[in-house]
């Protein structure tokens, strides 16, 4: 019976919210002297508060990082439209600099930045940058929502007839043992 109770319960339980949110960049990055195309993806954890990676590519700088970076400021959530502006911590890989930072003049009060990433704009100082030749690049366009891939679930009905089935056929094996073991 206990164990009955745990299929159950584990069939009934309420599926986990995907913690992370992954955006594209697909724009230049420039400055004074030269401007390159560059794609990016990035992914923050809603949960965790951070980013967590970005995989950046260009002709200049190209690099892959996972980690966790904190948002600069403690304003993750707008509680008026007077949010102005946020940023990740800049964050260092081999020796590319990465240094997000957001215009936040269109996120609406009680809108999660997290969440509304799309909605905002890479703001000045907002940089990609290579130390060892001290060439620095601006990210100059908005980033795009990528919606998280649908995975199928199994159906939680037929988890339930399995552990039923896996229940059933112990007791059966169980008896029929029990029943040749009976002396003569």
Not at 31 to 51: F, K, M, Q, W
Not at 59 to 81: A, E, H, K, N, R
Request: hydrophobic letters at 45%.
């Amino acid at each position: 019976m206990k164990n009955l109770l745990t299929i159950v319960l584990a069939c009934l339980a309420p599926a986990a919210n995907a913690a992370l949110i992954t955006y594209s960049y697909d724009h230049p990055i420039m400055n004074p002297y030269e401007s390159h195309n560059a794609t990016a993806i990035i992914e923050v954890d809603s949960v965790l508060r951070g980013l967590v990676s970005v995989q950046f590519t260009s002709d200049p700088i190209t690099f892959s990082w996972t980690g966790l970076v904190p948002l600069m400021y403690d304003q993750p959530i707008s509680d008026t439209d007077a949010l102005y502006e946020n940023g990740f911590e800049p964050f260092v890989v081999d020796n590319f600099e990465f240094f997000l930072f957001l215009d936040l003049f269109y996120l609406e009060a009680g809108k999660d930045i997290f969440d509304n990433l799309h909605l905002t704009a890479p703001f000045e100082g907002a940089h990609v940058g290579n130390r060892d030749s001290g060439d620095y690049y601006w990210l100059t366009g908005r980033l795009k929502k990528i919606a998280p891939a649908k995975v199928p679930e199994p159906s939680s009905l037929l988890l339930l007839l399995a552990g039923l089935l896996g229940i059933a056929g112990y007791r059966w094996v169980k008896s029929i043992r029990g029943v040749s073991r009976v002396p003569c």
